[in-house]
Protein backbone atom coordinates (compact mmCIF):
# COMPACT_ATOMS: atom_id res chain seq x y z
CA UNK A 1 0.00 0.00 0.00
CA UNK A 2 1.47 3.36 -1.09
CA UNK A 3 1.18 5.83 1.23
CA UNK A 4 1.14 9.79 1.30
CA UNK A 5 4.68 9.26 3.33
CA UNK A 6 5.95 6.89 0.83
CA UNK A 7 4.82 8.19 -2.67
CA UNK A 8 7.85 10.98 -2.87
CA UNK A 9 10.21 8.68 -0.71
CA UNK A 10 12.70 9.11 -4.02
CA UNK A 11 12.87 12.87 -3.83
CA UNK A 12 12.29 13.79 -0.27
CA UNK A 13 15.35 14.19 2.24
CA UNK A 14 13.00 14.91 4.79
CA UNK A 15 10.60 11.55 4.41
CA UNK A 16 13.99 9.84 4.17
CA UNK A 17 15.06 12.55 8.09
CA UNK A 18 11.94 11.18 9.37
CA UNK A 19 12.10 7.16 8.50
CA UNK A 20 15.38 7.19 9.77
CA UNK A 21 14.40 8.83 13.17
CA UNK A 22 11.41 6.35 13.33
CA UNK A 23 14.22 3.54 12.96
CA UNK A 24 11.91 2.40 9.87
CA UNK A 25 14.42 2.25 7.12
CA UNK A 26 14.85 -1.06 6.32
CA UNK A 27 17.90 -3.04 4.61
CA UNK A 28 15.25 -3.21 1.61
CA UNK A 29 15.02 0.16 1.07
CA UNK A 30 18.48 0.18 1.44
CA UNK A 31 19.35 -2.18 -0.92
CA UNK A 32 16.91 -0.25 -3.13
CA UNK A 33 18.76 3.26 -2.62
CA UNK A 34 22.31 1.32 -3.73
CA UNK A 35 21.13 -0.39 -6.49
CA UNK A 36 19.18 2.94 -7.97
CA UNK A 37 22.26 5.01 -7.31
CA UNK A 38 24.42 2.32 -8.62
CA UNK A 39 22.46 2.59 -11.71
CA UNK A 40 22.72 6.66 -11.74
CA UNK A 41 26.52 6.60 -11.41
CA UNK A 42 27.17 3.49 -14.37
CA UNK A 43 24.09 6.61 -16.55
CA UNK A 44 26.60 9.06 -15.64
CA UNK A 45 30.11 7.11 -16.61
CA UNK A 46 28.57 6.14 -19.80
CA UNK A 47 27.99 9.87 -21.14
CA UNK A 48 31.10 10.95 -19.74
CA UNK A 49 32.81 7.96 -21.71
CA UNK A 50 31.23 9.36 -25.19
CA UNK A 51 33.07 12.58 -24.86
CA UNK A 52 36.61 11.66 -24.51
CA UNK A 53 38.98 14.18 -23.12
CA UNK A 54 40.89 16.11 -25.26
CA UNK A 55 43.72 16.50 -23.20
CA UNK A 56 45.24 14.35 -21.10
CA UNK A 57 46.71 16.38 -18.75
CA UNK A 58 43.81 18.08 -17.99
CA UNK A 59 41.92 14.63 -17.89
CA UNK A 60 44.12 13.29 -15.45
CA UNK A 61 43.64 17.03 -13.11
CA UNK A 62 39.69 16.86 -13.36
CA UNK A 63 40.03 13.24 -11.71
CA UNK A 64 42.30 13.36 -9.36
CA UNK A 65 40.67 16.69 -8.23
CA UNK A 66 37.06 15.05 -8.61
CA UNK A 67 38.67 11.77 -6.15
CA UNK A 68 40.00 14.03 -4.05
CA UNK A 69 36.42 15.44 -3.33
CA UNK A 70 34.31 12.79 -2.75
CA UNK A 71 37.16 11.26 -0.72
CA UNK A 72 36.85 14.81 1.91
CA UNK A 73 33.18 14.61 1.27
CA UNK A 74 32.73 11.36 2.57
CA UNK A 75 34.31 11.76 5.36
CA UNK A 76 32.34 15.17 6.12
CA UNK A 77 29.87 13.09 6.44
CA UNK A 78 31.50 10.69 8.27
CA UNK A 79 31.64 13.41 11.04
CA UNK A 80 28.20 15.09 10.82
CA UNK A 81 26.91 11.50 11.49
CA UNK A 82 29.37 10.63 14.56
CA UNK A 83 28.70 14.64 15.66
CA UNK A 84 24.92 13.28 16.03
CA UNK A 85 24.26 9.50 17.55
CA UNK A 86 27.22 7.82 15.49
CA UNK A 87 24.46 4.87 13.93
CA UNK A 88 23.62 3.36 10.86
CA UNK A 89 26.34 5.67 8.79
CA UNK A 90 26.35 3.79 5.84
CA UNK A 91 22.82 3.33 5.31
CA UNK A 92 22.16 6.61 5.87
CA UNK A 93 24.96 7.93 3.37
CA UNK A 94 23.67 5.58 0.26
CA UNK A 95 20.02 6.77 1.05
CA UNK A 96 20.82 10.49 1.46
CA UNK A 97 23.43 10.15 -1.45
CA UNK A 98 20.75 9.16 -3.63
CA UNK A 99 17.97 11.45 -2.99
CA UNK A 100 20.12 14.04 -3.31
CA UNK A 101 21.73 13.05 -6.67
CA UNK A 102 18.07 12.82 -7.62
CA UNK A 103 17.27 16.28 -6.74
CA UNK A 104 20.76 17.42 -8.79
CA UNK A 105 19.78 15.29 -11.37
CA UNK A 106 16.53 17.65 -11.64
CA UNK A 107 18.95 20.84 -10.93
CA UNK A 108 20.93 19.64 -13.89
CA UNK A 109 17.87 19.21 -16.30
CA UNK A 110 16.84 22.84 -15.69
CA UNK A 111 20.53 23.94 -16.09
CA UNK A 112 20.72 22.07 -19.37
CA UNK A 113 17.75 24.05 -20.67
CA UNK A 114 19.22 26.95 -19.91
CA UNK A 115 22.74 26.37 -21.88
CA UNK A 116 20.63 25.69 -25.01
CA UNK A 117 18.95 28.93 -24.56
CA UNK A 118 22.05 31.22 -23.07
CA UNK A 119 25.24 28.67 -24.62
CA UNK A 120 25.31 30.98 -28.18
CA UNK A 121 25.68 34.05 -25.90
CA UNK A 122 28.72 32.55 -24.38
CA UNK A 123 30.78 31.50 -27.79
CA UNK A 124 34.45 33.60 -27.87
CA UNK A 125 34.21 35.05 -23.80
CA UNK A 126 36.38 34.35 -21.17
CA UNK A 127 33.86 31.77 -20.03
CA UNK A 128 33.75 29.49 -23.43
CA UNK A 129 36.22 29.52 -26.70
CA UNK A 130 36.07 27.63 -29.51
CA UNK A 131 37.65 24.40 -27.43
CA UNK A 132 34.94 24.61 -25.04
CA UNK A 133 34.45 25.87 -21.53
CA UNK A 134 37.64 26.92 -19.82
CA UNK A 135 39.51 23.93 -17.68
CA UNK A 136 39.87 26.14 -14.50
CA UNK A 137 36.02 27.48 -14.64
CA UNK A 138 35.38 23.46 -15.05
CA UNK A 139 37.00 22.20 -12.59
CA UNK A 140 36.04 25.41 -10.49
CA UNK A 141 32.17 24.70 -11.34
CA UNK A 142 32.69 21.24 -10.20
CA UNK A 143 34.18 22.06 -7.05
CA UNK A 144 31.28 24.23 -5.79
CA UNK A 145 28.60 21.66 -7.20
CA UNK A 146 30.15 18.91 -5.20
CA UNK A 147 31.27 20.94 -2.14
CA UNK A 148 27.16 21.84 -1.84
CA UNK A 149 26.41 18.04 -2.45
CA UNK A 150 28.49 16.55 0.18
CA UNK A 151 27.53 19.62 2.56
CA UNK A 152 23.61 18.79 1.93
CA UNK A 153 24.40 15.18 2.39
CA UNK A 154 26.26 15.74 5.65
CA UNK A 155 23.57 18.19 6.82
CA UNK A 156 20.93 15.41 6.37
CA UNK A 157 22.93 12.63 8.00
CA UNK A 158 23.27 14.68 11.03
CA UNK A 159 19.22 15.91 11.01
CA UNK A 160 18.41 12.12 10.66
CA UNK A 161 19.95 11.58 14.00
CA UNK A 162 18.25 10.32 16.79
CA UNK A 163 19.87 12.32 18.86
CA UNK A 164 19.43 15.61 19.78
CA UNK A 165 22.70 17.39 18.42
CA UNK A 166 23.05 21.21 20.42
CA UNK A 167 24.89 23.24 18.18
CA UNK A 168 28.04 25.21 19.82
Known sequence: METNNTKFRWLSTQT???????????????????????LLLMLATSLSIQSPPEEVGMWFITTVVF???VAVGTYW???ANKAGDNQDFTLRYVAFNFV????????????????IVFFPLLENTAFMSESGIDPILNISLMTAALGLYY?????????????DVVEE
Open 16 to 38: LVNDFKENSVTESLAFKYVLAEF
Open 67 to 69: MLL
Open 77 to 79: CFL
Open 100 to 115: VSMQFAVGYGALLIGM
Open 151 to 163: FLIARHIKSASTK
